[in-house]
T-cell receptor, first 119, second 111 residues
Framework: EAGVAQSPRYKIIEKRQSVAFWCNPI?????LYWYQQILGQGPKLLIQ????????DSQLPKDRFSAERLKGVDSTLKIQPAKLEDSAVYLC?????????????????FGPGTRLTVT | LAKTTQPISMDSYEGQEVNITCSHN???????ITWYQQFPSQGPRFIIQ???TKVTNEVASLFIPADRKSSTLSLPRVSLSDTAVYYC????????????FGAGTRLFVKA
């Protein structure tokens, strides 16, 4: 089974520039998550999609961050304009539809992440 | 969502059993307890999940006392490759599905 795919793996941009990350979840997984992980900290949930609808975006800085999940499959996360404090690893994860069962409600499968450096 | 508290770091030696305890005093009736492992430059990986008593898989065991206010992840006979950060999460799918990772426990396994 193919895992969660992310691209690019690394990105270096200057502050005030824009950047976009792409995620392809595991086939059949209805739920998709984007996390931001700053060095030395645990992942912080930015946005969660159920199919192509947003379930939770309470921690997404909406003045500069945006995300979409077209057709309920792939997703893109965009930052415009970037700030120095956006330097982090951006992780994408996916999981089966929660309504599919209770046993592993929290089994999320993570991609390798995109390391963003803003200079 | 119940807050979790874990030790910041732990040291161990190869071949030893490692127990990492997580406290979650405000766990709700419908909450499950889940542990993830993260290696440097990789995304977290699901280890184990449980609701009560004991759960065991090929990687670890999870012990949950009757009051469910804490849980212990047990890693038998650790090796150098078990050096990683371990996260304890508590939550369920009632009242919204939220995922909150804490700072985790950094486990260092020495030769």
């Amino acid at each position: 089974e193919a895992g969660v795919a992310q691209s690019p793996r690394y990105k270096i941009i200057e502050k005030r520039q824009s950047v976009a990350f792409w995620c392809n979840p595991i086939s059949g997984h209805a739920t998709l998550y984007w996390y931001q992980q700053i060095l030395g900290q645990g992942p912080k949930l930015l946005i969660q999609f159920q199919n192509n609808g947003v379930v939770d975006d309470s921690q997404l800085p909406k003045d500069r961050f945006s995300a979409e999940r077209l057709k309920g499959v792939d997703s893109t996360l965009k930052i415009q304009p970037a700030k120095l404090e956006d330097s982090a690893v951006y992780l994408c994860a996916s999981s089966l539809d929660l309504r599919g069962g209770m046993k592993f409600v929290y089994e999320q499968y993570f991609g390798p992440g995109t390391r963003l450096t803003v200079t | 969502l119940a807050k979790t508290t874990q030790p910041i770091s732990m040291d161990s030696y190869e071949g030893q059993e490692v127990n990492i305890t997580c406290s979650h005093n405000n766990i709700a009736t419908n909450d499950y307890i889940t542990w993830y492992q993260q290696f440097p430059s990789q995304g977290p990986r699901f280890i184990i999940q449980g609701y009560k008593t004991k759960v065991t898989n090929e990687v670890a065991s999870l012990f949950i006392p009757a009051d469910r206010k804490s849980s212990t992840l047990s890693l038998p006979r650790v090796s150098l490759s078990d050096t990683a950060v371990y996260y304890c999460l508590v939550g369920g799918n009632t009242g919204g599905f939220k995922t909150i990772f804490g700072a985790g426990t950094r486990l260092f396994v020495k030769a």
